[in-house]
């Protein structure tokens, strides 16, 4: 594939990529032009301002006025302008070159910027039982790859606590998931639901971890495989033990073992409906137009590639397209 990239990157990429830099460049002289204007006014303010409280009082206390009053919101102006200048760029970007990596990859799969995993399919999967207050997301793709139907994208969730101070309320947000939320049909057909989290408890505290583990039941019970390395590594909740069993073979969870290992990141995945859910903690923001560097950089280019055959892959990782037994023939059976 790397040679094959190559050769795409080249012809395909190459010509969007020269034009996309020169409104990059374009974009960087619209913002330097800003800043030096505001820079000429807030700066000569401040200067004058600074000497004038130090010679007439002794100190600097005027300063917090114009800091307030002047540099606030020439900060907010400067920000508000960045963003509008940069946005036209930042759009080109994902649907001319974002949209080529995924095509890429296969002719079947669509890409979205703007789009994401809906909210109602996050809880559906029933991995983060927080109460939703805030949920944001981008970058989707979706299609199918072989016999597989697939969606991913970006998904920032949080929830809100609130509490008094100073006679205030205050509204704080807490994040639960930050990262690349992937949902897909699954292989086989069950009726029990399935959980695999990352084993922290056990990893902290040992033997006592374990026993933590099975005192939450917030998603069944505590599931006993016959996988040490697995086990190390996860722990599994769920409503049926022998189903699963039947879910989780042992093929399967080798293949989560080199997944995790691949993405080197924190998993957690659930089976239900017959449906795959997996997410997958990731800190950074993905698929975004730089700004600052050149975008005529191969590498830069094969590292998003590299994220969307991570997310993509897990069709081939966890060997999805093979139907070893349907719906259909479950309904049967």
């Known amino acids: 594939m790397e040679d094959n990239f190559k050769a795409y990157y080249e012809q ?3 010509p969007d990529l020269n034009s996309l830099e020169a409104d990059r460049l374009e974009v960087i002289k619209k913002v330097m032009r800003l800043r030096r204007i505001m820079l000429s006014i807030v700066l000569p303010i401040t200067i004058i301002t600074g000497v004038y409280s130090w010679v007439q009082y002794g100190d600097l206390y005027l300063l917090i006025p114009v800091i307030i009053f002047i540099w606030t919101p020439g900060l907010i102006v400067y920000i508000v302008r960045r963003v509008k200048y940069a946005k ?14 995924v095509r890429f990859i296969d002719d079947s799969l669509k890409y979205n910027p703007v789009e994401k995993i809906s909210p109602e399919e996050f809880k559906s999967s029933g991995i983060f039982k927080q109460r939703l207050d805030k949920y944001r997301g981008e970058d989707l793709v979706y299609g199918k790859l072989g016999g597989t139907e697939i969606r991913f994208s970006e998904v920032n969730a949080a929830y809100k606590t609130q509490r008094r101070e100073n006679g205030r309320t205050k509204t704080e947000y807490h994040t639960i998931f930050d990262g690349v939320f992937f949902v897909c049909d699954f292989n086989k057909h069950f009726r029990s639901r399935l959980y695999v989290f990352p084993d922290l408890m056990e990893r902290l505290f040992g033997k006592w971890g374990q026993n933590l583990q099975e005192l939450d039941k917030s998603h069944g019970e505590l599931i006993k495989l016959e996988d040490p390395e697995f086990e190390k590594e996860f722990a599994i909740y769920g409503d049926d033990q022998v189903e699963s069993r039947y879910i989780l073979s042992t093929s399967l969870m080798q293949r989560i073992l080199n997944f995790k290992k691949k993405t080197k990141s924190m998993i957690y995945m659930s089976f239900v409906d017959s449906k795959l859910y997996v997410a997958i903690s990731i800190m950074e923001d993905l698929f975004e137009a730089r700004l600052w560097k050149t975008i005529l950089d191969y590498d830069y280019i094969k590292s998003n590639l590299d994220y969307f055959l991570l997310f993509t892959g897990i069709v081939e990782d966890l060997n999805l397209n093979r139907r070893i037994w349907t719906k259909q023939q479950a309904e049967i059976n």
């Open 88 to 101: 036209p760029y930042e759009h080109d970007f994902k649907n001319k070159i974002m949209t080529a990596l």
């Open 12 to 14: 395909k990429l190459v």
